[in-house]
């Protein structure tokens, strides 16, 4: 029987823009002159519209900025798109290792305001829907894979209960972090079922 394998397949303009990223993130300045259109064709014997396509893809992360004239200008780290997975599978390890610290410090500062702000719109649905996920992270605490969806699926659903729609999207868009911080921190010794007792706190 054959191992299952994650494959993540990618378009062209998005290979060579995960090339022009992980150099960018390695060794750009701000302000720097960023790759142009003819230095991709050149490089990546590519078409325009691939090099174009690419470039978007970056400016799209704020990685760089399109000038008039289309001269490419890199932009400051601190201003990159750290919301974007698409982003984080291009970063260096080092600078990984850096955002998933802030990832777990910006979770400590966000879940326990989105619970109390949750605790006053709670309804009897939410409630129910809370137990049934509580029930079935008990049942998975050995599995740490299918825990991890069931812990995301928990805070959505506090995160709902607090009906801010802004929240909302926010805890939507950040799952990658969310779940790249709770991966580190279930690895734990006896981290799942502690985690489990926790959420039932809540």
């Known amino acids: ?10 378009t062209l303009p998005k290979q060579v823009a995960g090339v022009l990223a992980r150099r ?3 060794s750009g300045v701000a302000g720097a002159q960023g790759p142009s259109e003819q230095q991709i064709l050149q ?20 990685m760089i900025e399109i000038a008039q004239g289309r001269r490419v200008v890199l932009r400051p780290a601190e201003e990159w798109d750290y919301l974007s997975p698409l982003l984080i599978d291009w970063l260096p390890h080092e600078q990984m290792r850096e ?16 619970a109390a702000i949750a605790a006053k719109h709670m309804t009897k649905e939410n409630l129910e ?9 008990s049942a998975s605490e050995d599995n740490p894979d299918a825990y991890l969806k069931l812990d995301l699926d928990f805070h959505m659903e506090i995160c709902r209960a607090a ?5 909302d999207r926010f805890m939507y868009s950040s799952r990658w972090w969310q779940m790249a911080s709770r991966r580190i921190s279930n690895q734990m010794p006896h981290a799942l079922p502690s985690a489990t007792e926790m959420h039932r706190a809540i």
Do not use: C, W
């Not at 829907?129 to 992270?137: D, E, K, P, Q």
């Open 1 to 10: 029987m054959m191992d299952t394998v994650e494959v993540k397949l990618q």
């Open 24 to 26: 960018i993130a390695g």
């Open 43 to 62: 490089e990546f014997g590519v078409s325009r519209a691939v090099a174009r396509e690419a470039l978007k893809i970056l400016a799209s992360l704020d």
């Open 99 to 114: 955002i998933l610290a802030e990832a777990h410090a910006t979770r400590i500062i966000i879940e326990p305001a989105i």
């Open 129 to 137: 829907r809370l137990g049934t996920l509580l029930a079935a992270m």
């Open 163 to 167: 009906q801010n729609r802004i929240l």
